[in-house]
């Protein structure tokens, strides 16, 4: 599977825009690039996906690379909610593949 | 629509026990995969079935572990023989399928299941 590379933590502060970077360089042309986050004892949660264009829904925005290479998660207004675990994860398009997690993105954000 | 419901919350059990974790998908996925998470360590993927099949188990451990998602009612994690090393948090997720059997689709995850072996 293709690797993606996060920093291990950054941080925020409140109500200013954050942007998480995600290395993925071996990515394959069949590979979707899906974030999650993980707050604090809780279970994943679905942020956003995309192929090749630019994406945006209410709670994100995902920045794609002309290249495919790297991607940039955005939030653009942090919240204290938003602290967690962001984690950059590459999804083959066939049935059934699994979600391959890595070490992920702490965010802090700061009031 | 309620989402993937995971049942216990907690659950302990003195090494040597079984464990068995529920896993209840949300309405209209036939799909479930089950992941580990250790204390202060990422999600590792354990297994993916669908009705009735397991699919891929690469990530499941050889011995005292097992799953399945039966034609009617939730997918079970069975844990045999429990030890303090399985002591973690235990999540399950569930996906949709798409046209044509395309699965780039979001995952919704339960709340988790902690485990704790004593």
């Known amino acids: 599977d293709a690797k993606t590379t996060q920093p291990n933590s950054m941080e925020s502060n409140e109500e200013e825009p954050v942007h998480l970077p995600c290395n993925h360089s071996?990515?394959?042309?069949?590979?979707?690039i899906h974030w999650y986050r993980q707050l604090p004892s809780q279970g994943p949660e679905y942020v956003i996906h995309g192929l090749t264009s630019n994406v945006n829904n209410r709670m994100a925005s995902l920045a794609i690379a002309e290249d495919r290479k790297s991607s940039t998660l955005i939030l653009h207004r942090a919240t204290l909610r938003d602290a967690a675990v962001y984690y950059c994860i590459l999804r083959r398009n066939n049935a059934g593949n699994m979600l391959t997690f890595g070490g992920g993105t702490r965010l802090m954000v700061k009031p | 629509n309620a989402g993937v419901m995971q049942n216990p919350r907690h659950l302990v059990r003195r090494r040597g026990q079984e464990a068995r974790l529920r896993c209840s998908p949300m309405k209209g996925h036939s799909h479930v995969y089950w992941y580990r998470q250790l204390p202060e360590e990422g999600l590792k993927f354990m297994v993916y079935?669908?009705?009735?099949?397991?699919?891929?188990e690469s990530g499941m451990p050889k011995e005292r572990f097992s799953a399945e998602f039966p034609k009617e009612g939730p997918s079970i994690l069975r844990i045999q023989q429990v030890v303090r090393g399985d002591s973690a948090a235990y999540f399950c997720?569930?996906?949709?399928?798409?046209?044509?059997?395309?699965?780039?689709?979001?995952?919704?995850f339960g709340q988790g299941t902690r485990l704790t072996v004593v």
């Open positions: 071996t990515i394959s042309g069949t590979d979707y």
């Open positions: 997720a569930s996906s949709p399928i798409q046209n044509r059997g395309v699965m780039n689709t979001e995952a919704f």
């Open positions: 079935l669908q009705k009735e099949n397991i699919i891929d």
